[in-house]
């Protein structure tokens, strides 16, 4: 008996597995009948997730914890049995800014500590100017590009909510709104990056790997209650998309063309291969910059949910004032990630993921002390 699931995803590349599961035959292998829907904004996911008009969806790593702790909208607790992608952010800024930037820049101009600290001067210079500051876009106040773009800038001196303005844009407005010069950055998955920089209204100031080595990113989101109920056809989802991240890691030219479609991603094949390749144009003078690491979908156990990832998006909603600390929250959020599902499904024994999260400012990251982890540093929301 097939059964039919309605998925949510936003045209991004780490919708990937999802996406390559239905259009390669894997999910109907496994006897799902998958229809994936596209959506444009991650609330829209979110609360379709939420009141049942999708059994599943591609989602924003923070927005399931949020969800499960009922905060910034209804209580649904959710479960996360599979990582859609680890890393693929990156920063992207205006050719003018990222021109003062480099004017400022005393160091790698790769190394986000260097990066911040010239951003600071901007800001400060801008400030005894009395100019406007500079207005920043990420997609969610819950996401990962929040907290990235936060810990970025903080590590530089810079406050987020103070010296700079953070707005909320769905993903595939961000170029045109750094085109018409709205914003004058962005924190954003890919594919839009590279768009900015083709359409040569943007420069790639970091890939977010830089600031954070292994950073859950998006995952295969489910209601707990649907979870429950539905634990058999979990299973052949969580396999099915086990069997295309595998495909994937292998064929990125085939990956591209199915994720270029017009129902898809709709945007060329070559910027989505450059993507999977890990080798982006990051200038309009055709920079090229490579990293392994850049976005990992299949290979180095990217697939597998790991709570410590949980924890530390939990912590980074503590230091920035939308969520009390408390050590019921921080179990429910690293709940939220389920390794040991993963691993039933999948028939594999409880490992961990190679790379922590490898922040570059800040002592090691340890979930069992989120204090230590807030106390070391300036700036933040977050009060004992």
């Known amino acids: 008996m097939t059964a039919p699931l ?22 109907a292998g496994e006897g799902l009948d998958v229809a994936l829907v596209r959506e444009v904004s991650w609330s829209n996911v979110r609360d379709k997730l939420n009141i049942g008009l999708f059994d599943a969806a591609h989602l924003l790593a923070p927005v ?24 693929g952010n990156a920063i992207t800024v205006s050719p003018a800014l990222h021109a003062e930037i480099m004017e400022h820049l005393d160091g790698d101009r790769f190394d986000p500590m260097a990066t911040a600290l010239a951003l600071a001067r901007v800001v400060a210079k801008r400030r005894s100017r009395g100019v406007e500051p500079l207005t920043f876009a990420m997609t969610f106040p819950f996401s990962t590009h929040n907290y990235q773009l936060r810990f970025w800038m903080a590590a530089g001196g810079i406050d987020p909510d103070e010296d700079v303005r953070l707005v909320v844009l769905p993903p595939p407005y961000m170029v045109d709104s750094l ?18 920089v083709d359409r040569g209204v943007g420069d790639i100031l970091h890939f977010v790997s830089d600031v954070l080595v292994h950073a859950a990113e998006k995952v295969l ?24 991240a595998a495909f994937i890691e292998q064929n990125h030219a085939e990956t591209a063309q199915i994720l270029a479609r017009p129902d898809r991603l709709d945007v060329d094949a070559e910027v989505i291969r450059r993507t999977l390749d890990g080798r982006l144009k990051i200038s309009a003078d055709g920079t ?15 697939a597998r949910p790991d ?3 949980a924890a530390w998006l939990y912590s980074q909603m503590v230091r920035w004032g939308q969520a009390s600390l408390s050590t019921d ?19 594999l024994s409880p490992a961990t993921t190679l790379d922590g999260i490898g922040a570059f400012a800040g002592p090691p990251f340890d979930p069992d002390d989120i204090v230590g982890h807030l106390n070391a540093f300036a700036i933040g929301r977050w009060k004992a």
């Not at 085109?179 to 900015?196: E, K, L, R």
């Not at 929250?329 to 028939?347: E, N, S």
Request: positive net charge; contains cysteine; charged residues 15%.
């Open 6 to 27: 309605r998925i949510g995803f936003i045209p991004l590349v780490d919708a990937a597995a999802l996406i390559v599961a239905v259009d390669k035959g894997f999910a």
């Open 64 to 87: 399931a914890i949020a969800s499960s702790l009922g905060i910034g909208h209804v209580k649904v607790p959710i479960v996360a049995p599979f990582n859609l992608g680890i890393n």
């Open 179 to 196: 085109a018409n010069g709205h914003v004058d950055g962005f924190c954003v998955g890919a594919p839009w990056n590279s768009i900015a």
């Open 221 to 244: 989101a489910v209601r707990q209650g649907w979870a429950e109920k539905n634990s058999d056809v979990l299973a052949a989802l969580i396999r099915a998309c086990s069997q295309a």
């Open 288 to 302: 090229v910059r490579e990293s392994a690491r850049y976005m990992l979908i299949g290979r180095n156990g990217a």
């Open 307 to 309: 709570p410590v990832q």
């Open 329 to 347: 929250a921080l179990r429910t959020a690293m709940g939220v990630f389920r390794p040991d599902i993963y691993d039933q499904v999948l028939g």
